[in-house]
């Protein structure tokens, strides 16, 4: 599911959309349990984090569709740019992980 013109034209996909932008700002409110253990610069990118959820829920339900798709973009890059600074094989294991979602979810949008 994408924030794509298309998509939005379905009122099916509109809906899936809009309850996985709910969702997202939802448990932006874990972030602070997520990231308590981490590094002070850390809550810099759980702020961020947590506004362009909110910023991407907001867009979206007043019809701005392409800045939604923007905060969301946004907000990818923090997740990446916290995991990234991830001691060890876990920022190689996020990479992976988030690469193989993309391409699944690829596959089934072109039925392949």
Known sequence: MSLQEEDIEQPDAREQIAEAIRSLTEN?????????????????????????????????????YEEAQFSLQELTESCFSCHMRLPGNRQNDFGKQFSNTLLSQSSLKSGS
């Open 28 to 64: 932006t409110e874990l972030l602070d349990v997520h990231g308590r253990n981490q590094r002070p610069h850390f809550n810099f990118l759980q702020q961020s984090l947590v506004r362009n959820a909110y910023e991407a829920e907001n867009q979206f339900f007043n019809g701005q």
